[in-house]
């Protein structure tokens, strides 16, 4: 296995990435959580931080960057999914939903119009709280993902 899991840190709930840490940990797989708020270096050996200034998207392009193709980005940002799928890289969510080039397009648009809608005052709020059976679909999907790689 030699690939780099990009961890969109801000926004990623902590159960999620305890489950990315321990898979780094029995499979020596390297992670970068970059985020803009500091974030203390867990005791991972494979696990670092990559702080980033404030700023619109900053953490984004970092990630975009340094990233390689067939790395996976665990993210909630579909615009940063898309990207990083259109490099060559590998995107999930941290409610375990997979993004691919047709998936991410459709994600895409639904998002955009979400987000008029917001703006026009037709709809409040954004998704569901984080919830355990989240994780358990991410745990899921991670765990086949990784299962696939061993082979």
Known sequence: MSFTIWVDADACPK???????????RLHIPVFLVANGFLQNPPHPHVSVVQVSKG???????????????????????????EVVEAGGLAVNPRGTWYDKESVKAYLRRRNER?????AGMISGGPAPFSAKDTQQFARVFDQFLARLKR
């Open 56 to 82: 619109f998207d900053v953490a984004d392009n970092v990630i975009l960057e340094r990233m390689n193709p067939g790395d996976l980005v665990v993210t909630q940002d579909v615009p940063l999914a898309s």
């Open 15 to 25: 159960p999620i990435k305890a489950l990315v840490f321990r898979a780094s940990d």
């Open 115 to 119: 987000e008029e809608m917001r703006e």
